[in-house]
């Protein structure tokens, strides 16, 4: 199972990125998926759920209206459309997939690295 995710960088106030996670070892297709972000001395804060259709089950206050999730599931891609960062939108963004194994009980749950994110001057 293995989550990796691409896009980070640095960029001004007002600027865009889009952020990619691209699954394997799992069934993506029916996987629920989530951002989450991590900034310096906070804890994780979830910025979107995507149902495996791709339906948003949760969007954080914060970010509706700047950020868009969505995937591929062809591509096993999630992706994080982000626009007008702001500096407190810094933070190393990482995904999540929760899912089940065929034939064993239970949901299992992985996580990616993180790409990070710096929005400064």
């Known amino acids: 199972v293995q989550l990796v995710e691409s896009g980070g960088g640095v960029v001004r106030p007002g600027g865009s990125l889009k952020l990619s996670c691209v699954a394997s070892?799992?069934?993506?297709?029916?996987?629920?998926i989530s951002w989450v972000r991590r900034a310096p001395g906070k804890g994780p804060e979830r910025v979107s759920r995507?149902?495996?259709?791709?339906?948003?089950?949760y969007s954080a206050d914060f970010v509706r209206g700047r950020f868009t999730a969505s995937r591929d599931n062809d591509k096993n891609t999630l992706y994080l459309q982000m626009s007008a960062l702001q500096p407190e939108d810094t933070a190393v963004y990482l995904c999540?997939?929760?899912?089940?194994?065929?034939?064993?009980?239970?949901?299992?749950?992985?996580w990616g690295q993180g790409t990070q994110v710096t929005v400064s001057e």
């Open positions: 999540h997939a929760v899912f089940k194994r065929p034939f064993l009980l239970g949901t299992y749950d992985a």
């Open positions: 995507l149902s495996p259709s791709g339906g948003a089950t």
């Open positions: 070892g799992f069934a993506f297709k029916s996987a629920t």
